[in-house]
C-alpha cells in the first residue's frame, strides 16, 4: 500500500490537532503538528524582536533558522537553533505572532517544503489551515473542521487552564480567535479555504470521541483496520 495522507484542515480551535492526535493513535501513523511549526517562526520573531509581519527582516531571519522536528516515542518535538521549544510555542502571544508571520509567502514556503518532505515518505495526518489546498493538495482523504466561535473560545480557554495559564478571559480568547480567523481566511497567499474535495465535519456540539469516528467512518477499511503500531486505543 502506498504512503497515504490524512489532510485536517479548520480555523483555529475547531478540534484539528485533537481529532489528528486521535486518528493518528487510531490509526498508528504519523502525526505532523504544521501549526507548531510557524508557532516556532513567530516566537524567533519574538525572541529578537522583530515584527511578525515585517516581511524583509523575517525573509533574513529564515536564513538563519534551524528548525528540526523531532519524533519521540510518537510525540512531536519542535528543536529551534538547537533549543527544545515544544513548550514555549504554547505560552499566550506565540498564536498571534504565528497568526501574522505565516501569512507571510517566504515563510510559508519554508514550511510546506519541510512538510512534503516528511508526508511524502510515510502514512501521516495533518492538520492546518492550508493543508488540502496546498501543502498536500493531492491528498487522498481531505476533512475541514468547523465550530462557532464561542465554542471554540471556550475550548480553548480550557486548553489553556490545563497547561496552568489561568490569567486569560474568555473575552480575550475570543477576541483571539477572531483576529487569527480573519488573517487566515483574507491572507493573499495560501489563505484558509475549503476544498471541493473536504469532507466537513461541524464539532460544535462533537465531544472529540464522536468527532473520530465521524473521521473515520468516511476512511476505507484497508485505511482503518492496517495499524502500523498495533495500538487500537
Not at 111 to 122: C, D, F, L, P, Y
Request: glycine share 6%; with cysteine; net charge negative.
Amino acid at each position: 500500500m502506498e504512503p497515504y495522507q490524512i489532510a485536517i484542515d479548520g480555523p483555529s480551535g475547531s478540534g484539528k490537532s485533537t481529532l489528528a492526535r486521535s486518528v493518528a493513535r487510531k490509526l498508528g501513523i504519523l502525526y505532523l503538528d504544521t501549526g507548531a511549526m510557524y508557532r516556532a517562526c513567530g516566537l524567533k520573531a519574538m525572541d529578537l524582536g522583530i515584527d511578525p509581519k515585517d516581511e524583509p527582516r523575517i525573509s533574513s531571519m529564515l536564513e538563519n533558522l534551524r528548525l528540526d522536528i523531532l519524533f519521540e516515542n510518537g510525540s512531536q518535538r519542535v528543536i529551534l537553533d538547537g533549543e527544545d521549544i515544544t513548550d514555549r510555542i504554547r505560552m499566550p502571544g506565540v498564536s498571534v505572532a504565528a497568526s501574522d508571520i505565516s501569512s507571510l509567502r517566504p515563510v510559508r514556503e519554508r514550511m510546506v517544503q519541510m512538510q512534503r518532505e516528511i508526508a511524502g515518505k510515510r502514512n501521516v495526518v495533518l492538520d492546518g489551515r492550508d493543508i488540502g489546498s496546498n501543502v498536500l493538495p493531492m491528498a487522498p482523504y481531505k476533512f475541514f473542521l468547523t465550530a462557532d466561535s464561542e465554542e471554540r473560545a471556550r475550548r480553548r480557554l480550557e486548553e489553556m487552564a490545563a497547561r496552568g495559564v489561568t490569567n486569560l478571559t474568555f473575552e480575550a480568547v475570543l477576541a483571539d480567535l477572531k483576529y487569527r480567523d480573519h488573517q487566515d481566511s483574507t491572507r493573499t497567499f495560501a489563505p484558509l479555504i475549503k476544498t471541493p474535495d473536504a469532507i466537513v465535519i461541524d464539532t460544535t456540539s462533537n465531544t472529540p470521541e464522536e468527532t473520530l469516528t465521524q473521521l473515520l467512518s468516511y476512511l476505507p477499511a484497508e485505511v482503518t483496520s492496517h495499524n502500523e503500531l498495533g495500538d487500537d486505543s
